[in-house]
């Protein structure tokens, strides 16, 4: 039977490239999305991988979402919390909504979907969780206190379900992506992306294939020794 994978933010960005991965792996991938329809219908004619909407920052909606998910296509196996957004500004500007809605999406996602999943992975005794987090948690970024605390928590919260999935065969890795060329990333003021980009070492934007490319390594069958690791893929811009 094909492992089911389930991708939040699956059907665009770095989302995009993971799900068509880990279908091309031989997975019965299920991409899910929160806001953009048009992206979604899209990417499914396009791929044929099905999307599902829900809001990954509501508890309730994500359990119930993981339910129809698993009634269509089966347990899942596999889980690649990707769902990210940026509300960028200095502390000094940034309001208590842009607080919340980066920490609530970005990193409650990550327990939301986490407590619909892990424990069907804990009673069958194999599963594969990959933690998108970013330079940005790690090396920590001007504008982004929000984002930099969720990415932060993100590698934490990682380490620690590392450590209770271990003896169900559940492992629990983070990827941390440098500056991948997604809308995300063109988002940011040109001046200010010229400035980031120069400090590469590897002298571009990272593509999301290069970090799906990460992701099919963790989810494999023959990976599960790696578990609590954190797989840093930005073109050398922070060796950690
Ligand atoms: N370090 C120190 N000072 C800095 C700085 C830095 N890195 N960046 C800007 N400043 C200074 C500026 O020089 C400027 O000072 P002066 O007024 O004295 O010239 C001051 O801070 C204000 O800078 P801005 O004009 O940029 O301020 P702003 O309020 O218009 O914009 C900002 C602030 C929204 C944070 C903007 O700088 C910005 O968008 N920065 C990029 C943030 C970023 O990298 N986001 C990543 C998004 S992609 C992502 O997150 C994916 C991932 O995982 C990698």
């Given at each position: 039977?094909?492992?089911?994978?389930?991708?939040?933010?699956?059907?665009?960005g770095?989302?995009?490239?993971?799900?068509?991965?880990?279908?091309?792996?031989?997975?019965?991938?299920?991409?899910?999305?929160?806001?953009?329809?048009?992206?979604?219908?899209?990417?499914?004619?396009?791929?044929?991988?099905?999307?599902?909407?829900?809001?990954?920052?509501?508890?309730?909606?994500?359990?119930?979402?993981?339910?129809?998910?698993?009634?269509?296509?089966?347990?899942?196996?596999?889980?690649?919390?990707?769902?990210?957004?940026t509300?960028?500004?200095?502390?000094?500007?940034?309001?208590?909504?842009?607080?919340?809605?980066?920490?609530?999406?970005?990193?409650?996602?990550?327990?939301?979907?986490?407590?619909?999943?892990?424990?069907?992975?804990?009673?069958?005794?194999?599963?594969?969780?990959?933690?998108?987090?970013?330079?940005?948690?790690?090396?920590?970024?001007?504008?982004?206190?929000?984002?930099?605390?969720?990415?932060?928590?993100?590698?934490?919260?990682?380490?620690?379900?590392?450590?209770?999935?271990?003896?169900?065969?559940?492992?629990?890795?983070?990827?941390?992506?440098g500056y991948i060329d997604t809308d995300m990333v063109a988002a940011v003021?040109?001046?200010?992306l010229?400035?980031i980009?120069?400090?590469?070492?590897?002298?571009?934007l990272g593509?999301?294939?290069?970090?799906?490319?990460?992701?099919?390594?963790?989810?494999?069958?023959?990976?599960?020794?790696?578990?609590?690791?954190?797989?840093?893929?930005?073109?050398?811009?922070?060796?950690?």
């Open positions: 039977m094909a492992r089911v994978a389930i991708v939040t933010g699956g059907t665009r770095i989302g995009e490239a993971i799900s068509l991965a880990l279908q091309a792996q031989g997975m019965t991938v299920v991409a899910n999305y929160a806001g953009n329809d048009e992206r979604a219908t899209a990417f499914t004619e396009r791929t044929g991988i099905r999307a599902f909407k829900w809001d990954v920052s509501d508890y309730d909606a994500t359990q119930a979402g993981v339910a129809l998910v698993e009634a269509a296509v089966g347990p899942v196996d596999v889980l690649v919390n990707n769902a990210g957004i509300r960028d500004g200095t502390l000094q500007r940034m309001d208590e909504q842009a607080w919340k809605e980066v920490i609530d999406t970005n990193l409650g996602g990550c327990f939301t979907m986490a407590k619909a999943v892990f424990p069907g992975m804990r009673d069958r005794k194999w599963g594969r969780i990959v933690n998108i987090g970013s330079i940005n948690g790690q090396a920590g970024q001007y504008g982004q206190v929000n984002y930099a605390a969720a990415k932060s928590g993100i590698h934490g919260f990682t380490k620690a379900l590392a450590q209770e999935g271990a003896r169900f065969g559940v492992t629990v890795n983070a990827i941390a992506p003021p040109g001046d200010v010229e400035k980009v120069a400090r590469i070492p590897v002298g571009r593509q999301a294939a290069e970090i799906a490319r990460g992701v099919a390594f963790l989810v494999a069958e023959d990976a599960g020794f790696v578990t609590g690791s954190t797989l840093s893929i930005n073109g050398g811009q922070h060796m950690y």
